[in-house]
């Protein structure tokens, strides 16, 4: 079983915080979820992205922000829900994703941002391994809120170390 602090250095979460985590939550689908508010670097209106040929299905292209090309991520497609068309309500999360050796700038793709909200770390469930529609490996944990679940988003799950070196390579281009 993983424990509570295990759970939340997943989805960076400093394991020394207090005993709230301050988190963005977002939908994909009828689901709700969420990343670390440290992670989140800005919030943007959806804009078309500039394709790049033979990437993964996941990989949008790139979005400039501020003269830099960040690589933008579907992140539907990346954890295995259907692709749908962007609507006025979709947006894109840059993140900063800490590696082992170095931090990562990626755009996700998401069908809405909902809040900021703020969950009690000891509310945190490990992930559940049965029941799901997507890859349980992705879950950090999960929140229980009266109106279903908060899942708690391990980003450095679904973008393995093959993953970060193919964007990295994408960005030096």
Same mark, same amino acid.
């Given at each position: 079983?993983?424990?509570?602090?295990?759970?939340?250095?997943?989805?960076?979460?400093?394991?020394?915080?207090?005993?709230? $985590?301050?988190?963005?939550? &977002?939908?994909?689908?009828?689901?709700? &979820?969420?990343?670390? *508010?440290?992670?989140? !670097?800005? $919030?943007?209106?959806?804009?078309?992205?500039?394709?790049?040929?033979?990437?993964?299905?996941?990989?949008?292209? +790139?979005?400039?922000?501020? =003269?830099?090309?960040?690589?933008? $991520?579907?992140?539907?497609? !990346?954890?295995? +829900?259907?692709?749908?068309?962007?609507?006025? @309500?979709?947006?894109? +999360?840059?993140?900063?994703?800490?590696?082992?050796?170095?931090?990562?700038? %990626?755009? %996700?793709?998401?069908?809405?941002?909902?809040?900021?909200?703020? &969950?009690?770390?000891?509310?945190?469930?490990?992930?559940?391994?049965?029941?799901?529609?997507?890859?349980?490996?992705?879950? =950090?944990?999960?929140?229980?809120?009266?109106?279903? &679940?908060?899942?708690? *988003?391990?980003?450095?799950?679904?973008? @393995?170390?093959?993953? @970060?070196?193919?964007?990295?390579? +994408?960005?030096?281009?």
């Amino acid at each position: 079983m993983t424990g509570a602090a295990d759970i939340r250095a997943g989805i960076g979460i400093d394991t020394g915080s207090g005993s709230d $985590i301050q988190a963005v939550t &977002f939908g994909l689908g009828d689901e709700v &979820f969420a990343v670390s *508010v440290a992670m989140v !670097r800005e $919030i943007l209106d959806y804009a078309p992205v500039f394709r790049v040929p033979q990437g993964p299905e996941w990989l949008l292209g +790139l979005t400039e922000l501020r =003269g830099a090309g960040i690589p933008t $991520i579907d992140l539907r497609t !990346r954890m295995g +829900l259907p692709r749908v068309d962007p609507t006025v @309500s979709t947006r894109i +999360l840059i993140v900063d994703l800490p590696l082992a050796d170095r931090t990562v700038s %990626l755009g %996700l793709v998401v069908d809405r941002v909902l809040n900021v909200s703020a &969950f009690s770390a000891d509310r945190i469930e490990p992930a559940p391994d049965i029941g799901m529609r997507w890859g349980s490996e992705y879950i =950090g944990g999960v929140v229980r809120q009266d109106d279903g &679940f908060v899942i708690l *988003v391990d980003m450095a799950a679904i973008f @393995s170390t093959e993953a @970060s070196e193919m964007m990295s390579d +994408l960005r030096a281009a």
